[in-house]
């Protein structure tokens, strides 16, 4: 599903962030995602944290097109930098 539902560009955005939030709480965003689709309300580090761990861990399969609900979930939140915005997408 990697193909089909992240772009490289977001593929290399999700590695190249850091995956230091509590591990507790990036699993109740990704559980939330599975789940309904939805983003639920996170610091911005723990929503990067779930995107590491779905492209590290190859789980994108997990949450489809959540994974656009995540992306738009960082971009946005009213804490994110410019240096935590995923690519934007021309499709």
């Keep these: 599903m990697?193909?089909?539902v992240a772009t490289e560009g977001e593929v290399a955005w999700a590695l190249?962030?850091?995956?230091a939030a509590p591990a507790d709480?990036?699993?109740?965003?990704?559980?939330?995602?599975?789940?309904?689709?939805?983003?639920?309300?996170?610091?911005v580090e723990v929503l990067r944290a779930a995107?590491?761990?779905l492209v590290a861990e190859d789980r994108l399969d997990?949450?489809?097109?959540g994974w656009l609900e995540?992306?738009?979930?960082?971009r946005?939140?009213?804490d994110a930098r410019l240096a935590d915005l995923p690519p934007t997408r021309t499709d």
């Design 51 to 53: 995107a590491f761990r």
């Design 76 to 78: 946005a939140h009213p």
């Design 70 to 74: 995540l992306l738009d979930a960082v």
């Design 25 to 43: 709480a990036v699993e109740d965003v990704l559980t939330v995602l599975r789940t309904t689709g939805r983003t639920p309300e996170a610091g």
């Design 2 to 4: 990697r193909d089909s």
């Design 62 to 65: 997990d949450v489809g097109r």
């Design 16 to 19: 190249a962030g850091d995956a």
